[in-house]
């Protein structure tokens, strides 16, 4: 798959619905807001919990955008394969496959060439 190219087609189906339910996404975006502001936990970490998530959900839009998050924080292969691990071990097969997936969207994302 090319992370890129599906998470840019993602925002533009998002972006379609947001002109159909503005107050849905509004409601949507003060959640976010209210997640993510500064607290006890770091971004970083923040975004590990929500790639966590959206493998058990086996989400893949949500997959690419955390992943996309978690390479501007300058994450290291290392600290995602080491997440990856443990999401693969607390949702068994079906988190291995999303896991697997969220790696090659890591590599894509941060251009490695694994």
Same mark, same amino acid.
């Given at each position: 798959m090319d992370w890129n190219k599906f998470l840019n087609e993602t925002k533009h189906s998002f972006n379609t619905l947001e002109k159909e339910t503005p107050e849905t996404?509004?409601?949507f975006s003060v959640m976010?807001?209210?997640?993510?502001?500064k607290g006890v936990l770091s971004e970083k970490t923040?975004?590990?919990?929500? $790639?966590?998530v959206?493998?058990?959900t086996r989400c893949d839009s949500c997959i690419a955008f955390h992943v996309?998050?978690?390479?501007?924080?300058q994450t290291s292969r290392d600290e995602i394969v080491e997440a $990856?691990?443990?999401c693969c071990y607390m949702g068994g097969g079906p988190s291995i496959a999303f896991s697997a997936k969220a790696l090659e969207a890591f590599d894509q994302f941060s251009n490695n060439k694994i």
């Open positions: 996404f509004r409601g976010g807001q209210e997640a993510k502001k923040k975004e590990f919990i929500a $790639l966590g959206a493998i058990a996309k998050s978690l390479v501007r924080l $990856l691990s443990m």
